[in-house]
């Protein structure tokens, strides 16, 4: 198993568009379902891929009043950041509402750290509190953790954020499956969504937002800068890494995505 490191045969009825409405494409579907197990082997990467990045590729498909993703990530960037931020995918059936409901798999070890408030307080305001020796160790006990537990990211009011933490059983009990493939090099994210309303995302059949997101916290130092100062970086290399992966964990730090895509039922 990999180490933990800190610190998802007819053409679909289905059309995506990019937010910036730039391409449009086929989506997808499958007669058969393939098991939700954080592999892309059966999967029909060709007709489900979604973009075309090089460092992380979306794919999508419908079966059976269900929604298939698959999360692949391809770049050590990119998988740092989601081990220290964690991975929200939102799905909605309204633009206005994209962002009310998000689950995070894994969590991150910075979203674990909010289940302690004056711990994460403390890390996003003050530039020493991570150069003590005991919340050093407290990060790395947090980074061994990301895959325990699913983050759901709530905006009730439309624009702030509330967190919570649920079991993977809690959140595959209306139907919905998660799973990652831990063996890979690179993180996967594999997830079933019923298109029945039952789900925490409360979508059913019919147009869909679908987002994936980085979304690393936001740092206040004495300065008022958001950003870690290099000081504060370099305290933050001990977290597990080795070699070429401490001198790439600073960029990792402040790496964010915010990829959005529509799916319509076509006519």
């Given at each position: 198993?990999?180490p933990?490191?800190?610190?998802?045969?007819?053409?679909?009825?289905f059309?995506?568009i990019?937010?910036s409405?730039?391409?449009?494409?086929?989506?997808?579907?499958?007669?058969?379902?393939?098991?939700?197990?954080?592999?892309?082997s059966?999967?029909?990467t060709?007709?489900?891929?979604?973009?075309?990045?090089?460092?992380?590729?979306?794919?999508?498909?419908?079966?059976?009043?269900?929604l298939y993703?698959?999360?692949?990530?391809?770049?050590?960037?990119?998988?740092?950041?989601?081990?220290?931020?964690g991975l929200?995918?939102?799905?909605?059936?309204?633009?206005?509402t994209?962002?009310?409901?998000?689950i995070?798999?894994?969590?991150g070890t910075?979203?674990?750290?909010r289940n302690?408030?004056?711990?994460?307080t403390?890390?996003t305001?003050?530039?020493?509190?991570?150069r003590?020796?005991?919340?050093?160790e407290?990060?790395?006990?947090?980074s061994?953790?990301?895959f325990?537990?699913?983050m759901?990211?709530?905006r009730?009011?439309?624009?702030n954020?509330?967190?919570?933490?649920v079991?993977m059983?809690?959140i595959?009990?209306?139907?919905?499956?998660?799973?990652?493939?831990?063996?890979?090099?690179?993180?996967?994210?594999e997830?079933?969504?019923?298109?029945?309303?039952?789900?925490?995302?409360?979508?059913?059949?019919?147009d869909l937002?679908?987002?994936?997101?980085?979304e690393?916290?936001i740092?206040r130092?004495?300065?008022?800068?958001?950003?870690?100062?290099?000081?504060?970086?370099?305290?933050?290399?001990?977290?597990?890494?080795?070699?070429?992966?401490?001198?790439?964990?600073?960029?990792?730090?402040?790496?964010?995505?915010?990829?959005?895509?529509?799916?319509?039922?076509?006519?």
């Open positions: 198993m990999k933990l490191l800190t610190i998802a045969t007819v053409v679909t009825g059309l995506l990019s937010c409405g730039s391409k449009q494409i086929s989506i997808y579907q499958s007669d058969e379902p393939l098991p939700v197990d954080g592999s892309l059966g999967w029909q060709a007709s489900t891929l979604l973009n075309s990045s090089d460092d992380i590729h979306y794919h999508a498909y419908i079966h059976d009043g269900n993703l698959f999360v692949d990530v391809r770049d050590l960037y990119v998988d740092l950041a989601i081990r220290q931020s929200v995918v939102y799905v909605s059936n309204s633009e206005e994209r962002r009310e409901t998000g995070g798999y894994p969590a910075f979203n674990l750290l302690f408030p004056g711990a994460y403390s890390f305001t003050d530039e020493e509190w991570v003590k020796p005991e919340n050093t407290m990060m790395r006990e947090l061994n953790q990301i325990d537990r699913i759901i990211v709530e009730f009011d439309g624009s954020p509330e967190y919570g933490f079991t059983n809690q595959e009990i209306d139907g919905m499956r998660i799973a990652t493939d831990q063996n890979r090099r690179f993180l996967s994210l997830m079933k969504i019923p298109l029945d309303g039952s789900t925490i995302y409360n979508v059913v059949n019919g937002w679908v987002g994936f997101t980085i690393p916290p740092f130092f004495r300065s008022d800068s958001e950003t870690m100062s290099s000081r504060q970086q370099q305290s933050m290399t001990g977290y597990g890494y080795g070699g070429t992966q401490r001198r790439h964990r600073s960029q990792a730090r402040f790496l964010s995505k915010n990829d959005w895509f529509q799916l319509r039922m076509a006519d």
